[in-house]
């Protein structure tokens, strides 16, 4: 949480950039949480927030099923911004009008300040902002002034100073506004004097001490499966609690080659914790022979793996708390309640923890407000290696669902040594584009990449003789959160050195394709 108890309330409206707007406060070193815009007033004073964002919506204001917001919201004495539908929303609330302008704006539009501003000081005269709207406001409430319009929008931002209400037609928090940074930091520190606390090293002290304070001198077991978050989670449990903790690593033999045997070393000589290395690999075999249909895999891997957690927990002695790496968009999308909200379910938890009869623990879930980048700056700051921290996003079934069809020892070593080949040549491309540019995800990085084993043979001629052998695909693609993803342009110098070295050094292989679909309408993995 906060230091000092500082907090950022988004409310959110349905907005496409909802998280985003969370995310771009939280980049300025101030903690924020998103809440449903169904929220009551004494909710939100309940949630003793520092400052007020109302998010954009995709709905007209005077549409019968509009959302709302409980008016005594502004009357909380805490400063508000509201963006786009955050505007409008706020103005018909307050008195004003909204319409219907000439024509909609969507995308750079140019502003033209008038009068003094104290949300866009600091900034030029006139600037490139982003729009999404048919409507706008057309009459400002009484007690606000109009600090900037468009020429088809008289209204880009209005304030009034003395009721501490700002807002602006515009999207402040998508990086095409010019001085959408600015803009924010002048509500945050300008206008609601807050302080930017919100760091690495204040959020690792905060949460080992929560953990600390929760667990005491009982013990703690957690499912360590190699990833981002669950190793994070174990890191920080580790500082916190020691050798309370006991880290329960279930081997279904489907991770990528030289996976578990990092594992092990790094929470084995790195961290001073119990650690169980559950080699289950012969008994997912048996269970997976035969087994073709992709959900099947997926129901028989998920039931196995609690199955094999639990034989292990239920031998331990004293362990009350199960720790799980929860993140904060799992928490958004499952319509949880954690920040006040009353979301609606976009998706079912990914982590819903399916207690054995007669077993319970009560639930550890320390990265549960936190985003992605967020928890791989937290490993950075608790010391965990760059193949952890920066690990590819990896299907939990792991390499069955990229094996099409029946799962066979003979197929996972071929896909094991063909992915270790792409995972080793496209790593050494954007480790050169990161000395280059010094930004580990630069545009021209490549975001997650594998490779996928078919269940189809086809000719080839190696050394004068006729083969007929398995093909390789490869897939790299370009994203940011996996919603959409474009084919990465990878050089052809890169896909060659690929193809030649997966032909030429992994039996039974004779042909290497390049998935160049999208998603949509493809999707990133192939089942």
Request: proline content about 5%; overall charge negative; some cysteine.
């Amino acid at each position: 949480m906060a230091s000092d108890d500082q907090k950022v309330l988004v409310v959110d409206f349905g907005a496409q950039y909802g998280q985003l707007i969370a995310r771009r406060v939280r980049d300025l070193g101030v903690y924020s949480e998103i809440i449903s815009c169904d929220a009551t007033a004494d909710e939100i004073r309940a949630a003793r927030p520092s400052a007020i964002i109302l998010s954009g919506g995709p709905a007209s204001v005077y549409a019968p099923d509009a959302p709302s917001v409980d008016a005594a919201v502004f009357d909380l004495g805490v400063p508000v911004l509201g963006f786009c539908y955050g505007q409008q929303i706020a103005a018909v609330t307050l008195g004003g009008e909204v319409g219907h302008t000439e024509a909609g704006e969507y995308g750079p539009a140019r502003i033209m300040r008038s009068g003094e501003s104290q949300l866009l000081a600091g900034t030029p005269e006139e600037q490139t902002v982003w729009m999404s709207h048919r409507d706008a406001v057309s009459q400002v409430p009484d007690g606000f002034v109009v600090t900037s319009s468009t020429a088809n929008c008289p209204v880009a931002s209005m304030e009034s100073p003395e009721r501490r209400i700002y807002a602006t037609q515009f999207h402040p928090e998508v990086r095409h506004t010019e001085y959408g940074r600015q803009i924010l930091s002048n509500f945050l520190f300008g206008i609601c004097n807050l302080v930017d606390n919100w760091t690495m090293d204040n959020i690792v002290e905060q949460e080992v001490d929560a953990i600390h304070e929760k667990v005491g001198d009982r013990r703690v077991i957690l499912g360590l499966s190699g990833g981002v978050d669950s190793s994070v989670v174990a890191a920080l449990c580790a500082r916190a609690i020691g050798r309370q903790l006991t880290c329960v690593f279930v081997n279904h033999g489907l991770l990528r080659k030289g996976e578990p045997e990092q594992v092990e070393e790094v929470f084995t000589k790195q961290f001073d914790v119990d650690f169980v290395h559950v080699h289950a690999e012969e008994r997912y075999a048996q269970l997976l022979a035969n087994i073709t249909e992709p959900e099947e895999k997926r129901r028989i891997i998920g039931t196995q793996f609690w199955n094999e957690f639990f034989a292990v927990a239920q031998d331990l002695d004293g362990v009350e708390f199960l720790a799980q790496g929860t993140i904060y968009p799992d928490i958004i999308e499952s319509g949880a309640r954690k920040t006040g909200g009353k979301a609606s379910t976009i998706k079912s938890h990914h982590n819903l923890i399916p207690f054995p009869e007669g077993v319970h623990f009560d639930l550890i879930e320390p990265l549960d407000h936190f985003f992605k980048d967020e928890v791989r700056a937290l490993g950075k700051a608790l010391g965990l290696p760059d193949h952890i921290v920066y690990r590819q996003p990896f299907p939990g079934p792991g390499l069955a669902i990229r094996i099409i069809g029946a799962v066979t020892p003979e197929k996972l070593t071929m896909l094991k040594d063909a992915d270790a080949i792409v995972r080793e040549e496209i790593d050494a491309y954007n480790a050169a584009l990161f000395e280059k540019t010094g930004e580990r995800n630069s545009e021209r990085s490549v975001w997650q990449y594998f490779a996928v084993l078919p269940d189809i043979k086809s000719v080839g001629v190696m050394g004068d003789e006729r083969t007929y052998q398995r093909p390789i695909i490869l897939r790299a693609v370009d994203s940011s959160d996996a919603m959409t993803a474009d084919w990465a342009k990878l050089p052809y110098e890169l896909l060659s050195r690929i193809s030649a070295r997966i032909v030429g050094e992994v039996d039974g292989v004779n042909r290497v394709v390049y998935d160049i679909t999208s998603k949509p309408p493809a999707t990133i993995e192939w089942e």
